[in-house]
């Protein structure tokens, strides 16, 4: 087939229709648990935050906001004295390990020198502060993560081939048990063994349970991770260098990529981002290839999730989706739901590193290949009044898209599921594709009457 070769790649209006890149806050305070976060910004911010995030009446979380007044965007207050009240009350009420800055829209147009004012008050309060900026001017929703990845792949310490050792039995978990078969009575027994660490670092904040998963499926590829970035605590930073190499979870975090390799000199493993059991898959057997690590059980362990998830595929399966673009996962998950049986009409994307996103892409069009379905358009920087008019054309059973665009689009008789919801539901590794597919599925289900029949559905992954 002829569409297969290259796919068309088209960029439109250069604006961000997405949901603003602070939010990356709501993840990482509780990925980093000995972490303060201080979002820099006016009011319009602090609204954003309590509306999106919510108003937490049991436990304070561990994020507040620096409000700009009037005097400090004219220049009449002390910015350094102003930030230094604000960072030692919070090293007062709640001594975090490390304080990061978020600098928003507001910081960027008065220019703010949040750079110049963190290393001189870090020296003072005697607790770090990285500088990270999430504006909405220049990132999308989910960058927001990717420039504070970035910012705290500096701090990371520096690796040295010497600590480079063998974990000790007793610091192992059972995920380190491995399988043998007893040849007398063909029954299976358990047994420990130590697994030198490898070179690996993951990047990418994922829920620790999550992470958790990714970690037993490579340690049964006999491959230990080194460590994550971000890790759950600060001090507990992976060491990178020379010699380490670093992969991605998420197809969002070029930036991060791009800091991991030119300035701290690590080598990057460029794969298919592990959504869905396709794309676990491709990922675990590209760290493997690295690592000169045959993979074991990996078709199998796909096919299973396959086979526990058909009464979901059945529904999907020939049905049309469009992406209009949010959160930058819209290649990885296009790929997926191609892979299930559903045409792809479009995939809007706000900002995409091709040099980063180049295996996604290749796998995208063996997916392609092997459904027998042509390559959809993909777009960067959609224009939204365009895309409308294009599904009203298409008219796709199911559209991806940010909130603000539900509703216009369900008046229109298109059913729609909120972008930000993957981002925030567990949707990597094996052992989530179930999650993935409950969101797509749930809107053709409510129109079409079959909810009940899934109600009782436990997970099988």
């Not at 954003?48 to 007044?69: D, S, T």
């Not at 794309?279 to 045959?294: D, L, Q």
Request: proline fraction near 5%.
């Amino acid at each position: 087939v002829k569409n297969f070769e290259i796919p068309a790649f088209e960029c439109e209006t250069g604006n961000y229709h997405t949901f603003c890149p602070i939010s990356c806050v709501a993840w990482l305070y509780k990925k980093i648990e000995d972490s303060f976060f201080l979002v820099i910004g006016t009011k319009t911010c602090g609204y954003f935050l309590q509306n999106a995030l919510g108003v937490m009446i049991f436990a304070e979380p561990r994020y507040a906001m620096a409000k700009l007044e009037e005097g400090d965007i004219s220049a009449q207050l002390n910015d350094h004295e102003e930030l230094k009240k604000i960072c030692l009350q919070i090293k007062n009420d709640r001594n975090p390990s490390v304080i990061i800055w978020i600098g928003t829209c507001t910081t960027e147009i008065i220019k703010m020198d949040l750079e110049g004012i963190a290393p001189k008050l870090e020296k003072q309060i005697g607790i770090p502060i990285i500088v990270a900026r999430a504006n909405g001017l220049d990132y999308a929703f989910t960058q927001g993560e990717d420039t504070v990845l970035a910012a705290m792949a500096h701090r990371c310490p520096k690796y040295k081939n010497s600590e480079l050792r063998q974990e000790p039995t007793n610091k192992i978990d059972n995920s380190s048990q491995i399988k043998i078969n007893n040849s007398s009575n063909n029954n299976f027994i358990y047994e420990r063994i130590e697994l030198p660490k490898s070179k690996l670092v993951l990047f990418g904040s994922l829920p620790s349970s999550v992470a958790s998963q990714l970690n037993l499926e490579l340690k049964r590829q006999s491959i230990l991770v080194l460590g994550w970035l971000p890790s759950q605590r600060y001090n507990e930073l992976p060491s990178l260098g020379e010699g380490i190499y670093v992969c991605g979870v998420n197809p969002f975090l070029s930036r991060t990529a791009t800091t991991l390799m030119r300035r701290r000199k690590c080598q990057l493993i460029g794969s298919p981002f592990p959504i869905g059991p396709d794309g676990t898959r491709a990922w675990i057997e590209k760290i493997c290839s690295v690592f000169n690590k045959t993979p074991v059980g990996l078709n199998e362990r796909e096919n299973q999730i396959w086979k526990a998830v058909q009464d979901y595929t059945r529904i999907i399966k020939g049905k049309s989706i469009f992406f209009m673009g949010d959160n930058l996962l819209e290649i990885s998950l296009a790929r997926f739901l191609i892979r299930c049986g559903m045409v792809v009409y479009e995939i809007g994307i706000p900002y995409m590193d091709k040099r980063y996103q180049v295996a996604e892409l290749l796998f995208l069009q063996q997916t392609c290949k092997k459904m027998n379905t042509p390559l959809p358009r993909i777009v960067e920087k959609p224009d939204n009044y365009s895309q409308v008019q294009r599904m009203h054309e298409l008219k796709p059973h199911l559209a991806i898209t940010g909130m603000a665009h539900a509703n216009p689009l369900e008046a229109r008789n298109i059913n729609t599921k909120w972008s930000v919801e993957f981002t925030f539901a567990q949707i990597h590794g094996f052992s989530n594709v179930q999650d993935i597919l409950e969101l797509v599925t749930r809107p053709l289900r409510c129109r079409s009457g079959i909810m009940s029949d899934f109600q009782s559905l436990s997970k099988q992954t």
